[in-house]
């Protein structure tokens, strides 16, 4: 990969990193932050509805009960049932300007003295439900002492009831019983409330318009009978839990929250990625050109150089030197190198000739093996001592040339030396010529290393049959000057004259004389 490409992946996925931590920051330091804010102004919104509910349910029907449970007519019939009281005032359009759903007179007993309910949806009077009664009565001499506003829970649905004592206009007594206003929180009048508050609000049942697992879990999660959740990426759901007068969850009441907040901070990062984005893009533009300019190119432009100087293989040539910078100091260092390489260029190349002139001149075979025992280079005496041309050995193994006894003595000397047991050998072996002749050669051969590990084998192959030949002779005369001796039989001159034959020999071998004459 070129050098340049390498700049460009790497400016990019540096931009690319720097572009996504930004983001990352942004999602990790803002965005929790604005959906803090967006849940506070939710719970807000839905402690608002809490109050609401108070003020528009409970506290009006409080006021409502209390208009009626102050009144002289409502005190007189409890006492005697007037049936004209009924006629006149306890009609249709009294529950519905009400928005009532069950009424009660109780006596101080507990007892129903009359006791109605209304559908709303019919508009028609019907009896109380009957769970309702049980209700009253058990609440009945409680209501005596206190005021009783809340919601139960009936198998009709949650009923928002007050309870208070029926007294005088005067608000005075004695008490005569306890009236009760009953209405349920139906869809009709959620409705109401929600047209009244201008908001979207849903009464929601345990068991009914939502599972009893997500009510528990709702019930669970809210704090001060209340909690938010988000419902999609538009919408947070605010829910204000509803208590019985045991303060036990019966329902509750959603409200629909726009995610004004959330959006708003989604439209900002979009716009602000947009913009991290064309910023990193020319940033990584400016980058690549600046790099280009300063390193790239001129590194190619270097490399370029470097490359022709050794296609050419002149090392007398050097590279461009341009500016005064690090890339400046490598110029110089790299011409530097290369005037040191050509000054040892020429003294190699002198070396050369000198080994070449040694290799080739002298007298005596001079090669190389590889580790299979095959010819890597010998020299010229190969041809005046086997007769071989040089090319002719190259590539062939030494055995074509060695009898089968050498051939065991020469491929375990090499084993010797490859395995590591010896570095240095010194042997005679047994050769044939080219022309059938066998000749006798002390091989002088060491390993080559490079890096501790053997690559070749380096000898000197010496011709040393003639002077095999003095050396028997030598044995035989020293031999039978021995047996001479043994016998004593014209020990003398036979001594003397073999003594000059020895010396004779020896001067041949270019020894000194072993006796005197």
């Given at each position: 990969m070129k050098l340049r490409t390498k700049v460009i992946i790497?400016?990019?996925?540096?931009?690319?990193?720097?572009?996504?931590?930004?983001?990352?920051?942004?999602?990790?330091?803002?965005?929790?932050?604005?959906?803090?804010?967006?849940?506070?102004?939710?719970?807000?919104?839905?402690?608002?509805?809490?109050?609401?509910?108070?003020?528009?349910?409970?506290?009006?029907?409080e006021y409502m009960l209390l208009d009626w449970s102050l009144w002289d007519d409502s005190y007189q019939f409890v006492v005697n049932r007037n049936e004209k009281f009924i006629a006149t005032n306890i009609t249709e359009t009294t529950f519905r300007n009400?928005?009532?759903?069950?009424?009660?007179?109780?006596?101080?007993?507990?007892?129903?003295?009359?006791?109605?309910?209304?559908?709303?949806?019919?508009?028609?009077?019907?009896?109380?439900?009957?769970?309702?009664?049980?209700y009253c009565q058990q609440l009945a001499q409680t209501a005596q002492k206190e005021k009783i506003k809340g919601l139960i829970s009936l198998p009709e649905g949650p009923m928002?009831?007050?309870?208070?004592?029926?007294?005088?206009?005067?608000?005075?007594?004695?008490?005569?019983?306890?009236?009760?206003?009953?209405?349920?929180?139906?869809?009709?009048?959620?409705?109401?409330?929600?047209?009244?508050?201008?908001?979207?609000?849903?009464?929601q049942l345990p068991g009914k318009d939502l599972p009893q697992a997500k009510f528990d879990d709702l019930v669970g999660k809210s704090r001060?009978?209340?909690?938010?959740?988000?419902?999609?990426n538009s919408t947070i759901i605010g829910y204000t839990i509803l208590k019985d007068l045991n303060g036990n969850p019966i329902g509750l009441i959603s409200q629909t929250i726009p995610r004004i907040i959330f959006n708003k901070l989604e439209r900002t990062i979009s716009i602000f990625i947009a913009v991290i984005v064309v910023f990193g893009f020319l940033l990584?533009?400016?980058?690549?050109?600046?790099?280009?300019?300063?390193?790239?190119?001129?590194?190619?432009?270097?490399?370029?150089?470097?490359?022709?100087?050794?296609?050419?293989?002149?090392?007398?040539?050097?590279?461009?030197?341009?500016?005064?910078?690090?890339?400046?100091?490598?110029?110089?260092?790299?011409?530097?190198?290369?005037?040191?390489?050509?000054?040892?260029?020429?003294?190699?190349?002198?070396?050369?000739?000198?080994?070449?002139?040694?290799?080739?001149?002298?007298?005596?075979?001079?090669?190389?093996?590889n580790l299979k025992g095959e010819f890597t280079s010998v020299n010229k005496a190969v041809s005046r001592v086997l007769g071989y041309k040089p090319e002719d050995m190259l590539g062939r193994n030494f055995e074509f040339l060695a009898t089968p006894d050498s051939k065991s003595i020469i491929r375990s000397k090499i084993?010797?030396?490859?395995?590591?047991?010896?570095?240095?050998?010194?042997?005679?072996?047994?050769?044939?010529?080219?022309?059938?002749?066998?000749?006798?050669?002390?091989?002088?051969?060491?390993i080559q290393l490079d890096n501790g590990k053997p690559v070749a084998i380096f000898g000197i192959a010496r011709d040393v049959t003639e002077r095999k030949i003095f050396e028997r002779q030598l044995n035989?005369?020293?031999?039978?000057?021995?047996?001479?001796?043994?016998?004593?039989?014209?020990?003398?001159?036979?001594?003397?004259?073999?003594?000059?034959?020895?010396?004779?020999?020896?001067?041949?071998?270019?020894?000194?004389?072993?006796?005197?004459?």
């Open positions: 790497s400016t990019a996925a540096t931009v690319f990193l720097t572009i996504m931590i930004v983001i990352l920051g942004v999602r990790l330091v803002l965005v929790p932050n604005f959906l803090e804010a967006e849940q506070n102004d939710a719970i807000n919104r839905t402690e608002r509805i809490q109050g609401a509910f108070r003020a528009i349910e409970l506290d009006t029907i009400l928005r009532l759903n069950a009424l009660i007179y109780l006596d101080l007993n507990g007892r129903v003295v009359y006791g109605v309910g209304y559908d709303q949806k019919n508009k028609e009077i019907g009896p109380l439900p009957a769970k309702l009664k049980e928002i009831l007050a309870m208070q004592p029926i007294l005088t206009s005067k608000n005075e007594g004695p008490s005569k019983g306890t009236l009760v206003f009953g209405r349920f929180l139906n869809e009709t009048e959620t409705k109401y409330l929600a047209t009244s508050l201008q908001l979207d609000l849903k009464t001060n009978d209340l909690t938010v959740e988000p419902f999609n990584g533009i400016v980058i690549l050109t600046t790099l280009d300019r300063l390193i790239t190119a001129r590194i190619a432009k270097l490399a370029a150089a470097i490359i022709t100087i050794g296609k050419k293989e002149k090392l007398n040539l050097t590279v461009p030197e341009e500016g005064n910078d690090e890339i400046t100091t490598l110029q110089r260092s790299i011409n530097s190198s290369l005037r040191s390489l050509n000054q040892a260029q020429i003294a190699l190349f002198q070396s050369q000739q000198s080994y070449n002139a040694i290799f080739e001149d002298v007298n005596d075979i001079v090669f190389t093996l084993e010797e030396k490859v395995s590591g047991q010896q570095q240095r050998t010194l042997y005679e072996a047994l050769i044939k010529t080219k022309d059938g002749r066998f000749l006798t050669l002390e091989i002088n051969s060491q035989d005369k020293v031999k039978e000057l021995e047996e001479f001796q043994s016998l004593a039989v014209g020990r003398e001159l036979r001594m003397a004259d073999l003594e000059n034959e020895i010396n004779d020999l020896l001067g041949k071998l270019g020894q000194p004389p072993k006796y005197k004459s």
